[in-house]
Every structure is written in C-alpha cells, then in structure tokens.
C-alpha cells in the first residue's frame, strides 16, 4: 500500500485547507486511517482519525471543533478539513492507515499504523 498526501500550502490564520490522502490500494477498507503532524523541533503528534468498522472519528484536543476528517472508501480516500487555523498548526501533516480494530486511545499511537504517507506541508501565517 503506498499512500499519497497532498493539499498543504500556505494560509492566513483563520483560513482554511483541505487535505486529502489517496492510496494506492485497499486501504480503507478495514481497520483505520488517521492524520499526524510534526512541526518543526517537534515531535510527531496524532491529529484525528477515522475508524472504519463505526466511523468514529477521534482528535487532538487542540484541534477539535476544527478539523474534520472523513473518508471516501470507494475513492480510497481520507481526508483532512482543517478550518480556523492557527500559527501553531504549522508542520508537515502526514496521512497513515493501521489495517486492525483499535481502541480510540490506540489509535492515537502512530506507531500503531502501517503505512505511512510522504507528507504535506501547512504553514499558517500570523
């Protein structure tokens, strides 16, 4: 499975981006897909994801209320809409899929997933 993210750029804080992640197989089938993040001299962060088998979805509290992620399983898609941003969303947003069922708390755990995406950067100017 390879994963492509793309959509990053740059934005005026308040402003909106739409990151979407396509896969080259069936990736979306089963299991989940979730988003992270890295900003600079940071570590890797989890920003939300999507679990297949209920479509729950789950995020960092900081972005709650902001982001929304959704998928499209016949498109091989998840995506990533991130509105009211903020200086500190700043990083390279990297895509990932885990291919079993996990607690909400797992899924958090980026070393829980098993592809991985190459990166798409956000930079949110002040």
């Known amino acids: 499975v390879q994963l492509q993210a793309f959509g990053g750029g740059l934005v005026q804080a308040g402003g909106s981006l739409r990151l979407s992640c396509a896969a080259s197989?069936?990736?979306?089938?089963?299991?989940?897909a979730g988003w992270f993040r890295q900003a600079p001299g940071k570590e890797r962060e989890f920003v939300a994801s999507i679990r297949w088998s209920d479509r729950n979805t789950f995020y960092e509290h900081s972005v709650k209320g902001r982001f929304t992620i959704s998928g499209d399983n016949a498109k091989n898609s998840v995506f990533l809409q991130m509105n009211s941003l903020k200086p500190e969303d700043t990083a390279i947003y990297y895509c990932?899929?885990?291919?079993?069922?996990?607690?909400?708390?797992?899924?958090?755990?980026?070393?829980?997933?098993?592809?991985w995406g190459q990166g798409t950067e956000v930079t949110v100017s002040s």
């Open positions: 990932a899929v885990v291919n079993r069922n996990y607690i909400s708390s797992a899924l958090r755990d980026g070393t829980r997933y098993d592809y």
């Open positions: 197989g069936r990736a979306f089938s089963s299991g989940a």
